[in-house]
């Protein structure tokens, strides 16, 4: 088992849908979370963290389950440019010792 | 925010040569880059760690022999693909992490497609 899953996709939704991406993580020891944005043969973008409170940026909302080890990323109102591989980053260690694990990445098709 | 510079984007070479790829934070120090490999539609693949001023740290299966990793400060970090074949093709990132200060964020470079012919 990988030691951050998600689903592969791809997702297909038309503009102005919600959406939602889910994480989930094995390590109990993870200490960051985040989502990056990868556009095709491009480099990953950090899109967001994730905090336990839950945080909102736009249209972009992550969560954070630390109890289920779960991260999940709802996009509302879709964009046709919000098309995209969307990658669940988890962090292990600190500052002189990070971890960091990717997940496989979710893609995202917006259709018009 | 942190900007990584990655260079070349773009090199094509002939099987047997060696290529060598820079990664430099502009405006940042970071203690530690890490080089990743990216297959057409597949997911990155961490190759290594670069710890500035000490040995990369390998993940199974990436021979530190063909991939020659050099951290020479804490700006620049350089992965050699050392005589290169049609296989080694593939799309190379580096990030980087803050020295100080950090949650852990990682910041990109551009990728460097590589093209073995």
């Known amino acids: 088992r990988k030691e951050v899953e998600q689903d592969p996709g791809p997702f297909n939704v038309p503009e102005g849908a919600t959406v939602a991406f889910n994480c989930t993580y094995s390590n109990s020891a993870s200490q960051s979370f985040f989502w990056y944005r990868q556009d095709c043969r491009k480099e990953p973008k950090l899109l967001m963290s994730?905090?336990?409170s839950g945080n909102e940026d736009g249209r972009f909302t992550a969560q954070l389950n630390r109890a289920s080890q779960y991260i999940s990323l709802l996009i509302r109102d879709s964009k046709l440019s919000d098309s995209a591989t969307y990658l669940c980053?988890?962090?292990?260690?600190?500052?002189?010792?990070?971890?960091?694990?990717f997940g496989a990445g979710t893609r995202l098709f917006v259709k018009a | 925010g942190a900007v990584v510079s990655q260079h070349p984007s773009w090199v094509i070479c002939k099987s047997g040569t060696s290529v060598k790829i820079e990664c430099r934070s502009l405006?940042?120090?970071?203690?530690?880059m890490f080089w990743y490999r990216q297959f057409p539609k597949q997911s990155l693949m961490l190759m290594a760690t670069s710890n500035e001023g000490s040995k990369a740290t390998y993940e199974q299966g990436v021979e530190k022999d063909k991939f020659l990793i050099n951290h020479a400060s804490l700006t620049l970090s350089t992965l050699t693909v050392t005589s290169a074949h049609p296989e080694d093709s593939s799309f190379y990132i580096c990030s980087a992490v803050l020295a100080t200060g950090s949650t852990g964020e990682l910041f990109f470079g551009e990728g460097s497609r590589l093209t073995v012919l």
């Open positions: 405006d940042f120090q970071a203690t530690t």
């Open positions: 994730v905090y336990s």
């Open positions: 980053v988890v962090n292990r260690g600190n500052t002189g010792g990070f971890k960091t694990i």
